[in-house]
């Protein structure tokens, strides 16, 4: 009996000093202090310090969203196209040897301009029938008139003025033929006979090919440059049968190159054709070229959208969403240190909706402000600097 005594009282001790352990022992201060310790830690864990050389280094642009109709679209693909009026080959009417080439290849020229020059005997001997003519004509015209005027007071007989008349008349159509050949080799009518004639660009703008070199020898119909105005370039995108009826005139197009990168290039439908294209159930639909730029030149491919609707969303580049433990994000400029030369990035967790033409729709899971400057390029950058801050962790895709 005794033993049981002391074995329950050993018991009741052990009980009283566990009691006061949980009611005494766990600081309320230590927790709190840990808890501010854990957030701490998770606010570090999102965010990244670049010096001036990173930020250099890495190329990164700063931004904000961007206003893109990423609903109603019809996607489409096509090309670059020059209206044939915007294209020349260069040609000239005669015979002749090339005397010399005034141009290179990639040169821009202006209408009238002398690309080359050409040189033949028959061009001295065509000048020399101009102006043997022109002299003829200034006498059968002289005697046409006395002749006029004698037959009007009936002195000589009908068959002389019939004649000069007649004579006249065939000179003034030699005359006017020899003229035109002289306008057509653009040879001066003022000058004296020659026998180089200049060749002159039919229109403006960048020289594509020379066929020609000096010496060699060219016909009428013989192509020797080529030029091309791509300031009248469009696009012609293939729309199926499905969603013709969807198209109007005056409709937005966005597009890219598809081998040019992501830069964004915007046009207007201003014509939709009317026959399939080369035995296929699409359509060509003719979009104007708004933002032209001299590097688009004709046959380039393009993926494009045509906006159906007016329906915009605030969307970033896709470059600048990174993926982290299956979870997306994007970086905020937080401070611009300029005393320590410091940039503070933040890293916030969105989610992506929508992507087309090189952008995203995303719906941001933290508030930020409205004029917030995104790390629009150069992100992975960024992110690889976080996980290399964090030992490894939050490996990016």
Known sequence: MKKSTIYISFLLIMVLGLLLYIQFG?????DHDHAAEEVENHTDENEVHLNAAQFKAAAITLGTFSKKNMNDVVSSNGYTKLPPQNQADVSIH???IIKSILIEEGAKVKKG?????????EFAKLKEAYLLSKSHLTFLKADYERQKTLDE???NAKKTFQKAKSDYEMEQARYASLQKQLQLLNINLSENATATAPVLAPIGGYVTEINIRIGSAVAPGTSMLNIVDNSKLHVDLLVYEKDLYKIKKGQKVR????NQGQNEVVGTVFNIGKAFENDTKAVAIHAEIENKDEQLISGMYV???IDLGSNAVFALPLESVVKADGRSFIFVLEKNDTVDEEMHFKRVEVNERTAQLGFVQIDLLQKIDKDAQIAL??????QSHLAKSQGGGGHAH
Do not use: C, H, R, W
């Open 26 to 30: 766990n600081n309320p201060a230590d």
């Open 94 to 96: 005669a015979n002749g």
């Open 113 to 121: 301009q002398v690309l080359a020059t050409v040189e033949s005997p």
């Open 153 to 155: 007071d009936a002195v």
């Open 255 to 258: 597009f890219i190159l598809t």
């Open 303 to 305: 993926n494009a959208m």
């Open 377 to 382: 390029k150069g992100a992975y950058y960024i």
